[in-house]
């Protein structure tokens, strides 16, 4: 069976750093692009940033700079390093997975950015 679970969300200050993890298991991860997506209260979801089987990563514009895409093939893990946080950036973070034809995607990790 499929699996895309995310990890890592809690509570943190503005200008906090907090690290998101995303693990899947249940197809070839090297064979998909993997990417973040974000969904605030009463607001569409978001693209935040992708990363294909290579490590090439692409980045929504307000993210760049701020946020960084990884990925770990040997450990079908995908990463989220948010830097720099800001409240603006509340929001349910979802991981999901993408290959030609099949698209899988997690149930989410709450990161709320606030003093």
């Known amino acids: 069976q499929v699996q895309v679970v995310e990890s890592g969300g809690g509570l943190v200050q503005p200008g906090g750093s907090l690290r998101l993890a995303c693990a899947a298991s249940g197809f070839i991860f090297s064979n998909y692009v993997m990417s973040w997506y974000r969904q605030a209260p009463g607001k569409e979801r978001e693209f935040v940033a992708s990363i294909t089987g290579a490590g090439v990563a692409n980045y929504a514009g307000s993210m760049k700079g701020r946020f960084t895409i990884s990925r770990d093939n040997a450990k079908n893990t995908v990463y989220l390093q948010m830097n720099s946080l800001k409240p603006e950036d509340t929001a349910v973070y979802y991981c999901?997975?993408?290959?030609?034809?099949?698209?899988?995607w997690g149930q989410g990790t709450q990161v709320t950015v606030s003093s």
């Open positions: 999901k997975a993408r290959s030609p034809f099949r698209e899988y």
